[in-house]
């Protein structure tokens, strides 16, 4: 798919609203929020496709080689896609040898990184760069104190050099913030009981998705998402239509506050200052997205 068909589909606002999702009112919510268009960049942006072509890749086998290329050289598929939790198998073993097979380790990560930086220029020339960059520092300090158990993405990523640029910065820290919580994410899903297809459905019904239609662009056939559905069904969590149950909601709330709980210590480290930096990171992101360099579906947004 070339950019402007990406562009066209998911960054461009279509002409039938969605009612904004009902998520949490918590710190570590609305600093991921605020922060999510910037960590994207490296991905939705026109730089970061340009970046991806001239190496040879399109949009997603860049953003399955980019993500992963943090874990290792050679980091076997299995580990990429139980870091990544929520994508069909076959899927991301399939792009991640193809991507692999094209591009280096080496080129991959310089790509996406002058792609994300770029990206991140182009879309925020309105603001005050020293914004940019109190805000990358501010984030990276708390960022090198938190505990990295048991969070590989988040480890691996925080391993790299830190781009020197400003913007590069932010993104990094944004990114960073991104995986720190999306590694949390994932053990409360496990705790709750949930495999792959079932974080999906949960979470595209409780953003107010239709059943499948998130879900399906993480590569789940129809058969395996009505696979699962049965399997939510039998556990209460979904009804005969495909919605959540009040059991099935409440489920995924507490998942939700669990994925909070283990951004807790990030929070604190950031103290006093977190109110103004997430002030700062919604203008940015703003920016973002007001450039059509971020999902324009609020929805979407939400899921990650």
Known sequence: MEYDDIAAHFLTPSGTPHAEPQVPDTS??????????????????????????????????????????????????????????????????????AARSTVSHEDILQARQSGATAGLVATTRPIDPAVIVSLGSRLLTALAELDGTARPLFSALRALPVPADPYGTLWRAAELVREHRGDGHLAACIAAGLEAVDMNILTELWLGYPFGEYSATRGFSPTQLSAAAAHLRERGWLDTRDSLTSEGRELRGLVELATDASQQALIDLLGDGLAPEISSARTISDAVLAARAAPADARKRAAG
């Open 28 to 97: 570590a919510r609305r600093l991921r929020d605020a922060l999510e268009s910037i960590a994207t960049i490296g991905w939705w942006s026109r730089s970061a496709s340009e970046s991806a072509n001239e190496v040879g890749l399109d949009f997603f086998s860049a953003y399955v080689w980019g993500r992963a290329a943090s874990l290792g050289t050679d980091v076997s598929p299995s580990l990429v896609i139980s870091s990544f939790g929520v994508f069909e198998p076959t899927m991301i073993t399939d792009v991640l040898t």
